[in-house]
């Protein structure tokens, strides 16, 4: 089931404080759509402090690698992507996946590594809106 | 009767290469064992099943052991579980891979807080539910005294893990704890799958390690386990080398 808006508005405040916390930055540069390694500083470290924080705080569990396998759906690994380069369908897939990224953030070709810096806050709100999801009865 | 057979332990960063080698080691050797993890649920699940399996208890706890009062959570499980503690391997650790040119007060802190203050957390939350003693056992690498490519916090971060644990030896001592740590060689863990230089490392202890070719976590873990044992209880502040004699060759 998609997140709604009103879902993701709502642990929008939080989880923007989390990142604040977590990347040590000013809250108020935390906007639903600033990308984490681009435009907030985000590395691998960070990233892990991250998810850490988002299930204690949410009482989830996002396993590595969480939102590329969960943006590649029902499409196989080749499907989905050839030689660490997205495929066509894979990146329309992705496109579709992250609409909360702007379109011109996407690159063609598109390697799997450079997805995370297409992560924005928001990404992160409904990737933690879709476990909590996972695990409700 | 299994040599620790009945102790309770605790292993930080217990899923995964030399912290999960260790778990299961200390259970094997009699021990119920608590892991924290970070991360790694997936992983925690499986090695707490495995020490299960031996009929030990086993459980895992999610924290930051760098965030002293993400440890302090962690504790109020632990003592509902084990109450008191024997054992304590402090391995989890995190690096960032980088020259030292490069690296800013965020790794400083990071690396730091969870490779080195973690031990001294520890050893604040654990002293008081070693009440009948207790063994300390920190995770150390050859990056405390050598200067690897990319290591420069770690190595760091080390070098203070080791001094610390023999400041810790010295105030814990008359209460019975003795806190050593083990300085583990180039171990092909997943740790090392992230460094650029990893073929290199590794080579390089094959051709001079005299002890053989490779240092497995399994070899780690048993360094770990000899300081647990009641024969091991006048050594203490010490620093024990499982490289399989590559730090001594030239």
Known sequence: MDSTQEQINTIFPKVAELTADALAIDIARVTPTASLIDDLGAESIDFLDLVFRLEREFNVKIPHGQITVDARGDLSVAEFEEKGVLTDAG???????????????????????????????????KVVLRQQQAVAP | MRPLEGKHALVTGGTRGIG?????????????????????????????????????????????????????????????????????????????????????????????????????????LVAPMMTKGGRIVAISSLGSMRAIPQYAFIGASKAALESLARSLAQELGPRGIRVNVVNAGAVDTDALKHFPNREALLGEHARKAPAGPTLTPEDVANGVFLLCLPEAEMITGHTLMVDGGYSISG
Request: glycine share 4%; hydrophobic share 45%.
């Open chain 1, 91 to 125: 990146l329309e897939r992705l496109k579709a996946f992250l609409s909360e990224v702007p379109a011109e953030r996407f690159k063609t070709p598109m390697r799997v590594v450079e997805i995370p810096k297409l992560f924005t806050t928001e990404t992160f709100c």
């Open chain 2, 20 to 124: 999960r080698a260790t778990a299961l080691k200390l259970a094997c050797a009699g021990c119920n064992v608590a892991i924290v993890y970070y991360n790694s649920h997936q992983e925690a699940e499986t090695v707490c099943l495995e020490i299960e399996g031996m009929g030990r208890k086993a459980f895992a706890i999610q924290a930051d052991v760098g965030n002293p009062d993400s440890l302090a959570e962690a504790f109020v499980t632990l003592k509902k579980e084990f109450g008191e503690l024997d054992i304590v391997v402090s391995n989890a650790a995190t690096g960032v891979l980088r020259p030292a040119m490069e690296l800013t007060l965020k790794h400083w802190r990071k690396v730091m807080e969870t490779n080195a203050l973690a031990l001294n957390t520890l050893a604040q």
